[in-house]
């Protein structure tokens, strides 16, 4: 009887160590795998301060829009043999006058931009029945020139006409000529700005 007691004593005994075991086997595995899970986020924590990625930016090879560059005669760096007055055009201000063969304007640091501009628009006024010429050249007065216009009577010193002209592509920054050729020794046209102009739309 006392036997059949022990006997079931040290069984209830050994299923406790068992149990505890479990709870131990139990535990030690939790925490095994709470390590192994927790370690992945101290791996990869240098993944979150990696660098951006490249470029939701527009992409490179995307030329930026070419700009208009407008030259008003009076803010020229020199002026060689015309003259500066003030002008009865639209706009106001000063153009210049008394223009002959030989005479040039010289514009310093114009900035064309990064697209090439395609055409360029003089203001200009002649009662002369000489023709003339208009010619832009960069960086060196005795560069060939980059824009030429040829100019005729427009019926008045200040009967203001805008001219156009094609411009070979011009880029960057640069000494801007603007250069008067005549065959003829006469005044033969005033001038009162010049715009440089992007190529027109697709269309
Ligand atoms: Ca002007």
Redesign the pocket.
């Known amino acids: 009887m006392s036997a059949t007691v022990y006997k079931s004593r040290s069984r209830a005994l050994r299923n406790r160590l068992l149990i505890a075991a479990g709870v131990v086997v139990l535990l030690v595995v939790g925490w095994l795998l709470g390590r192994s899970s927790a370690a992945p986020p101290a791996v990869s924590a240098p993944a979150t301060s990696r660098p951006p990625s490249p470029s939701p930016s527009p992409s490179p090879s995307e030329a930026p829009p070419a700009v208009k560059v407008t030259l008003?005669?009076?803010?020229a760096a020199e002026v060689s043999g015309a003259e500066m007055q003030d002008?009865s055009?639209s706009?106001?201000?000063?153009?210049?006058g008394w223009i002959n063969n030989g005479d040039y304007l010289r514009f310093d640091d114009v900035d064309f931009g990064a697209s090439p501009l395609a055409s360029v628009n003089v203001?200009i006024a002649s009662d002369s029945d000489k023709d003339g010429r208009i010619e832009i050249r960069v960086d060196d007065k005795k560069n060939p020139p980059v824009a030429t216009l040829n100019t005729a009577r427009t019926g008045g010193w200040q009967n203001w006409v805008t001219q156009t002209t094609d411009l070979s592509p011009v880029t960057g920054r640069h000494t801007v000529y603007v250069t008067f050729g005549n065959a003829v020794p006469d005044d033969f046209v005033n001038v009162?700005?010049l715009e440089f102009r992007p190529p027109a739309p697709a269309s």
């Open positions: 008003q005669v009076e803010d002008t055009d706009g106001g201000g000063k153009n210049a203001r009162n700005w």
